[in-house]
């Protein structure tokens, strides 16, 4: 069975810093786009930041450019997302998705729709 399994969330201070993993089982995440996407109270679900399935291009939202950092590791099989500078409108439940895009490794989208497969989420909360 895929699955993804996000870890890394918590209550941090306005200014702090969180790393937050995206570790990968049933399949290997090689050949995939990986995507972090969050739900802040109340809100839809919207677009963070991707990297595509070789690691070397990634797409962020204008919220996350020059504050989060998305890598991956596939020999781990895992996907991060290194965020500094962190605000209270950065509170939210922090999803990573994946669809597999072996033919195209040098693009990703922040599209809902495109991704497949899901984690069930980590809370990040940004609060003094």
């Known amino acids: 069975q895929l699955q993804l399994e996000e870890s890394g969330g918590g209550l941090v201070q306005p200014g702090g810093s969180l790393r937050l993993s995206c570790v990968a089982s049933g399949f290997t995440l090689d050949g995939y786009v990986i995507g972090w996407f969050r739900q802040p109270p109340g809100r839809d679900r919207e677009m963070v930041s991707c990297?595509?399935?070789?690691?070397?291009?990634?797409n962020d939202a204008e919220f996350a450019k020059g504050r989060f950092t998305t890598s991956r590791d596939n020999a781990k099989n895992a996907v991060s997302l290194q965020m500094s500078s962190l605000k209270p409108e950065d509170t939210a439940i922090y999803y990573c998705g994946a669809y597999p895009s072996p033919s195209r490794p040098y693009e990703c989208f922040l599209r809902l729709w495109d991704y497949e497969y899901w984690g069930q989420g980590t809370p990040v909360a940004v609060s003094s």
């Open positions: 990297i595509s399935s070789s690691g070397s291009y990634t």
